[in-house]
């Protein structure tokens, strides 16, 4: 029998069978690529761990990301998650305000020490000692320095929280910066998405709590098995791009048949993300498969890479070109452009990051 | 009309890549399994697949966080694991080759959670008639 305050025994007093946590586990090998036989070891791990505490900390963002990992949860195999955490802080979700919510958050601090995970959503603003978002009386960038220091990981979700996101768009007048820019002593997952898929923050936390590590992470410290492939990669419209098929207009023969919408500003090819195979809303569908071309949500920068209509070869950022223009001439560029992009798209970061850090330290 | 429809052939090695966990379960005891959702199967595929595998002798229906269905199929030892998540949509799906999937049995836990649950039950039934 599972020892008391475990996950296992959370369940059974709330009369949920083991058969629950075998079919979640089950459910995040999938979704974690993890070999499908792992679920049973899951589940056995999980049982005998105690619910992670979670403290959850919203800076400059629009509660998108709240309401994606929220609205998914109906009560399913993905509301789960909710098992295996204790949410111990998030001021749109928790029922205290003010001074009690602020309490509350003290406890848990000092009550899992070094063990918490920390979630940030929404970047913070630092212009003028971070003046421009502040709650109960203390910027986000104080608080965001105060509690990372404690905490085991740093989740930083959403687009906003891991690259800065919308307030970090030109000409990012509160100086808003990414969570990692602030929090360099501890580990920081980024999943990135405007919103991020709520798949990817559950079995993220999942993966924590089940092997008391961070999943793998790439080089913009996303975890792999989300952000391994483009959209592009997984694209069910692909066959018509390695054909050099295009709709034209978002209503031609070609849009109406399904092909592909690279001409019409899709930024699929170098935007590294799960929408294609997860999918959104319970797997209903994603932007491309209801005719809208990605528009690179996910991406650092990603609102200042000029139009979102406007094919990649046309598209710029900085001055320079995204990708070579073999699509567009009908030849499958695949793999090859894809990593040329990769290699263009940091430079040009790089160089837009520089830029912007330059002006800001003359407004500043 | 989307490109999700076409017959890839997926179907055709997966089969065979069936046959062999299958063969290797009755030779080594060793099970298997492989989650369909991360391949990039198509409708077609899918339908192809279920329709090669068939159905068997066993099916079962769970009522566990969202709905499952589980059923073996026309081949001994290998099963097909369907799990409903928000809306009815299949959130994980997965053939296990192996005798019995884990989701069917009862854990040990869970046993000896009843069995004590089960002699209240019956001691405050006792209890009950002493009274009346
Ligand atoms: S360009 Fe966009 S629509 Fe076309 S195949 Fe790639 S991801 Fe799909």
């Not at chain 1, 959503?121 to 502040?134: E, K, L, Q, R, W």
């Not at chain 1, 008391?212 to 792999?224: F, N």
């Not at chain 1, 990605?294 to 990649?312: A, H, N, Q, T, V």
Request: aromatic share 6%; proline share 5%; glycine share 8%.
């Amino acid at each position: 029998m599972s020892d008391p305050g475990t996950i296992g025994a959370a369940l059974a007093a709330q009369g949920i069978s083991r058969r629950s946590l075998l079919k979640y586990t089950a459910y995040l090998a999938s979704v974690l690529a993890l070999p499908p036989m792992a679920s049973r070891a899951m589940a056995e791990a999980l049982a005998n761990t105690k619910r992670q505490s979670v403290i959850w900390l919203s800076f400059q963002e629009c509660t998108g990301c709240t309401e994606s990992l929220t609205r998914s949860f109906s009560p399913t195999l993905e509301d789960m998650i909710f098992n295996l955490i204790s949410l111990d802080y998030h001021e749109t979700l928790m029922a205290a305000s003010g001074d009690a919510a602020e309490a509350a958050m003290q406890a848990a601090r000092e009550a899992n020490k070094g063990k918490f995970v920390l979630v940030v959503d929404g970047s913070v603003s630092t212009g003028a000692n971070g003046i421009y978002s502040t709650n109960h009386g203390k910027t986000n960038l104080e608080t965001l320095k105060e509690v990372a220091a404690d905490a085991a990981a740093v989740l930083s979700v959403g687009t906003c929280a891991a690259f800065g996101g919308i307030p970090y768009a030109k000409p990012n007048p509160t100086g808003a910066v990414p969570v990692s820019e602030i929090v360099t002593d501890k580990p920081v997952v980024n999943i990135p998405g405007c919103p991020p898929i709520p798949e990817a923050i559950a079995a993220t936390v999942a993966y924590f709590v089940t092997f008391g590590k961070l999943p793998e992470l790439d080089h913009l410290h996303r975890p792999k098995s989300f952000f391994g492939d483009t959209i592009h990669d997984r694209c069910y419209r692909r066959p018509f791009y390695d054909k050099g098929q295009f709709a034209k207009s978002f209503d031609d023969e070609g849009a109406r048949a399904g092909w592909c919408l690279y001409e019409l500003g899709c930024k699929g090819p170098v935007t590294y993300n799960a929408c294609a195979t997860t999918k959104w809303n319970g797997g209903v569908s994603f932007p491309i498969q209801s005719g809208h071309g990605c528009l690179g949500c996910s991406e650092p920068g990603f609102w200042d890479r000029g139009s979102f209509y406007k094919p990649l070869s046309a598209a710029v950022m900085g001055n320079r070109t995204l990708i070579g223009g073999a699509a567009l001439a009908g030849v499958a560029a695949g793999a090859a452009s894809v990593a040329l992009a990769r290699k263009r798209r940091q430079a040009a970061l790089a160089e837009q990051a520089a830029a912007q850090k330059k002006a800001q330290e003359k407004t500043e | 009309m989307t490109a999700e429809s076409p017959r890839t052939g997926l179907a055709d090695s997966l089969l065979r890549q069936i046959a062999e966990a299958l063969a290797t379960l009755h030779a080594k005891g060793t099970r298997d399994a492989i989650d369909l959702r991360s391949l990039p199967l198509t409708a077609a595929d899918r339908a192809e697949l279920e329709e090669a595998l068939g159905r068997g002798e066993v099916s079962a229906r769970l009522e566990i966080a969202g709905q499952s269905e589980l059923w073996e199929t026309a081949y001994a030892g290998v099963w097909w694991l369907r799990h409903m998540g928000v809306g009815d949509q299949v959130a994980a799906e997965s053939i296990e080759i192996t005798p019995l999937p884990d989701l069917l049995a009862s854990h040990p836990d869970d046993i000896g959670l009843a069995a004590a649950r089960l002699t209240a039950e019956l001691q405050d039934k006792a209890e009950e008639a002493r009274h009346v």
